[in-house]
């Protein structure tokens, strides 16, 4: 027989879950009414709306879910998805979500490393930005006008379109949507020539908490410094960018040259990061690693796989590789020359397919698993070689068989931009970029913890080997294990520990710029920059 006193927790329980509940729906009701009295089209306004009830509320939701780590039962769902057509949707979005206390979480393509586009732990509505995504082509004047929910495969297909020699410096993976690729800096196969995305982008139209539509010049230089490099979810919502086009030759060489443990793969990675930042401007490299069935006797070895980006042809780069890195032995024959577009498949790991498959946002990528956790660092110095022989070790653990390990090197232009010029701080000093991944099957979530631990184990291992105070990090490649703000007001304290390694001390100019734009933290999530209002308020200050 139960006690009393359980009896009466259990009827609490139930009466505070159902009153929750309860709320939940009336909020949910009101909300899709106040949609609909801030719209001309009733009708029209029915079909960008999709609600639990809908039978394609699923297929909405997971059609841009790019971390299946995030699709699982109990994982919070939105109370409404919301696909505009047209600027006044998301105007009047905003409006309801303000009046109704829900937060808003805006998905270009999908891509967050946690989920931030498509997952709160809060009542929450999604903005999916899938039908804003024309892609506006200008070569006579070398520009482009992108809205935030195309794909960088959009991009550069339209861009080839209508011309063979110019390109965009942005990434390798072409299902990443640019909204939220540029909000955090966007690096890629032309970053080292001529800079990150946001290096590159001159105009932007943009929506506030209060619905405005501000260009550049309305904004002000300091929020469009912000918008470009300081995290998406913070701000407002960037519905197109202007960008520069950069020129790039007809011809593009490209080389991998893979090698094992057995053939000293650690002796060139070691001097690998001796030479990679100090190569021409115009080449991108990088070194991958991971574990690999060895062919000899099946036993597991340490695959080091080095490649190249050079913007020129082989007779050129042979020579320059045979100078600089002579230990690697790149010979002609290693080598293949391609336009820039077919460079973009070969490093995404899809050159045997059709340069169409840039259009198709729902292809999934090799270069990563259907679900992972991924972590990020900064190396300014080079890493000994007993030390990458203990990282070497990690790779060879249960849980890293769908694990990866890729340097890539800094140097060139990024020694030359200024730290201040976005809110993107890693530039000069820096020798490469490191991203940990690993990955899973989505049937596999239910051992989700046991990858997670031994990314965090292999993180732990690196720390006196990169950046200190503060292990600085790359915001694209979101990691919530650095630090989250509270559901409530967060505290300096609070959002100081993750902003100081994605930001460094560009972080402090943030919040005031946050402050200026959205001082009642309307636009937040579990790493957004918090107005310096509502520190004040949680640190009594």
């Given at each position: ?45 029915s ?26 039962p ?19 979005t ?40 024309s ?29 063979k020699?110019?390109a ?10 640019v ?27 943009f ?34 960018w ?17 090698r ?56 050129e ?55 992972f ?14 030390a990458?022989?203990?990282l ?26 200024p730290?201040t ?55 694209n ?31 402090d ?33």
């Amino acid at each position: 027989m139960k006690s009393p006193h359980l009896l009466v927790y259990l009827f609490l329980f139930a009466a505070l879950f159902s009153l929750s509940w309860a709320t939940s729906a009336h909020t949910h009701e009101r909300f899709l009414h106040c949609l609909s009295l801030r719209s001309e089209n009733s009708s029209f306004i029915s079909k960008i709306i999709y609600t639990q009830h809908n039978s394609s509320y699923s297929s909405i939701l997971e059609f841009s879910m790019h971390n299946l780590r995030f699709s699982t039962p109990s994982t919070a769902k939105p109370q409404v998805i919301i696909t505009p057509f047209h600027t006044s949707h998301i105007q009047a979005t905003i409006y309801c979500s303000k009046k109704h206390e829900l937060q808003i979480r805006t998905r270009s393509g999908g891509h967050d490393f946690e989920g931030l586009s498509y997952v709160s732990e809060v009542p929450f509505v999604i903005i999916d930005l899938i039908n804003f995504r024309s892609v506006d082509i200008d070569v006579e004047n070398k520009i482009a006008w992108v809205q935030s929910g195309a794909v960088l495969g959009e991009l550069y297909y339209r861009i080839a379109e209508k011309s063979k020699t110019l390109a965009f410096p942005a990434g390798i993976c072409h299902t990443v949507g640019v909204g939220g690729y540029f909000s955090g800096g966007g690096y890629g196969l032309l970053f080292r020539k001529y800079g990150l995305a946001v290096d590159n982008i001159i105009d932007a139209q943009f929506i506030d908490v209060n619905g405005r539509i501000l260009d550049r010049k309305a904004m002000g230089e300091d929020l469009f410094w912000a918008i470009r490099g300081g995290g998406g979810g913070s701000f407002g919502i960037v519905i197109a960018w202007k960008l520069k086009l950069v020129p790039v030759p007809a011809t593009v060489t490209v080389f991998t040259i893979s090698r094992t443990s057995e053939q000293n793969a650690i002796k060139l990675v070691h001097r690998w990061q001796y030479v990679a930042h100090k190569l021409p401007d115009g080449t991108f490299s990088l070194v991958g690693l991971s574990s690999v069935n060895s062919s000899q006797d099946g036993k597991k070895t340490i695959l080091a796989s080095f490649r190249l980006f050079f913007l020129g042809g082989v007779d050129e780069l042979v020579p320059l590789m045979q100078e600089r890195f002579p230990e690697l032995g790149l010979v002609k024959e290693d080598c293949t020359e391609m336009s820039w577009l077919e460079s973009i498949l070969y490093f995404g790991q899809i050159q045997n397919k059709s340069l169409d498959i840039l259009l198709d946002r729902t292809f999934q990528s090799p270069l990563i698993s259907p679900a992972f956790k991924a972590k990020s660092d900064y190396v300014k110095e080079p890493v000994p070689e007993i030390a990458l022989e203990g990282l070497w070790s990690k790779l060879f653990e249960e849980e890293a068989k769908s694990a990866g390990i890729v340097f890539v090197a800094y140097g060139g232009i990024m020694d030359e931009i200024p730290e201040t010029a976005t809110p993107f701080p890693h530039r000069a000093g820096n020798l490469y970029k490191i991203l940990y991944t690993v990955g899973w099957q989505k049937e596999d979530n239910k051992n989700s913890q046991k990858y997670i631990s031994w990314i965090r184990r292999v993180y732990s291992y690196t720390s006196s080997f990169v950046s200190q105070s503060p292990r600085e990090a790359y915001i694209n490649y979101r990691d919530l294990d650095i630090g989250i703000n509270s559901k409530g007001n967060t505290s300096y304290a609070q959002a100081s520990i993750w902003g100081y390694k994605y930001f460094r001390n560009n972080f402090d100019k943030l919040l005031r710029v946050k402050t200026m734009i959205d001082p009642e933290n309307f636009f937040r999530h579990e790493q957004s920059i918090p107005p310096l209002l509502s520190v004040r308020k949680k640190t009594g200050n």
